[in-house]
């Protein structure tokens, strides 16, 4: 059966997997993630491919967070245990063994940004606008963003992109280092495949080692700390004002917070 949320394109030895659902600016449901974590699955198996890129479809969104609508139907004694299974994808991407590089347009805000902070490259279009505003909805990031963005960006300026909620274009992004290159739109697709072509050029068991012991060193602390990040969401996902963030967001509306 072929996938509902994503489309994958082989080109070896790279290839590109696609977020295609359009109409919510690609929004990460349960579904689409399943579908992103056995398309990778299929990847790492595949001798042919040496490298993935993954994208958005469109050009306003890589994607554009959670399915929030979603979330808003969890029974919040089941949240913690959807955040670990979402966690569960991210990390195997981070460990695939093959390097993946995300290519933004547009919006990679929320989870879309943790996405992102997953793959092994950033490369992201001028157009391009990243954040974490789940402080907006009364929430933490849940799939590793509290964990991953600083140890990218570096401490305080993940404080200041979580506790704000703001959202950031791509020149700030690469400022901050959360992004690696900046490239016209119009040539994102054309650098990640150059990009991805000098990397699949060289052996793959010396490329597959290098990723292997760089993420050696983080990896214990990387998965007792992930752990306590879906704790955390499930114990704000019980509270009032997480009710109200999510109902206001969907009905378009400013949040009434309660600190409850």
């Given at each position: 059966m072929?996938?509902?949320?994503?489309r994958v394109e082989k080109?070896?030895?790279?290839a590109i997997v696609t977020v295609s659902r359009p109409k919510v600016l690609n929004a990460l449901n349960s579904t689409t993630l399943a579908e992103i974590d056995a398309a990778l699955?299929?990847?790492?198996?595949?001798?042919?491919?040496?490298v993935i890129l993954l994208t958005g479809s469109g050009s306003r969104a890589f994607a554009a967070g959670a399915d929030i609508a979603e979330l808003d139907a969890l029974a919040p004694r089941d949240a913690a245990?959807?955040?670990?299974?979402?966690?569960?994808?991210?990390?195997?991407?981070?460990?695939?063994?093959?390097?993946?590089?995300?290519?933004i347009?547009?919006?990679?805000?929320?989870?879309g940004c943790e996405l992102a902070m997953a793959c092994t490259i950033r490369l992201a279009a001028d157009d391009a606008k990243m954040g974490q505003p789940e402080a907006k909805l009364g929430l933490i990031p849940g799939y590793g963003g509290t964990q991953r963005l600083p140890r990218l960006v570096g401490r305080s300026a993940a404080l200041k992109l979580l506790l704000t909620g703001e959202t950031i274009d791509a020149h700030e992004a690469l400022r901050i280092g959360l992004v690696d290159e900046v490239v016209p739109a119009v040539d994102l697709m054309r650098r990640a495949e150059a990009l991805a072509l000098s990397i699949a050029a060289n052996a793959p068991l010396a490329v597959s080692a290098t990723l292997d012991a760089v993420n050696e060193l983080l990896e214990w602390r990387t998965d007792q700390s992930l752990l306590r990040e879906a704790e955390r969401f499930g114990k704000l996902f019980r509270t009032a004002d997480k009710a109200e963030g999510t109902r206001a967001f969907l009905e378009k509306?400013?949040?009434?917070?309660?600190?409850k």
């Open positions: 072929h996938p509902a949320h994503i080109r070896s030895p790279l699955a299929a990847l790492k198996a595949d001798g042919e491919i040496r245990a959807f955040i670990i299974r979402a966690q569960e994808t991210f990390r195997r991407m981070e460990t695939l063994g093959k390097p993946i590089i995300a290519c347009r547009g919006y990679a805000l929320g989870g509306r400013p949040p009434v917070w309660k600190g």
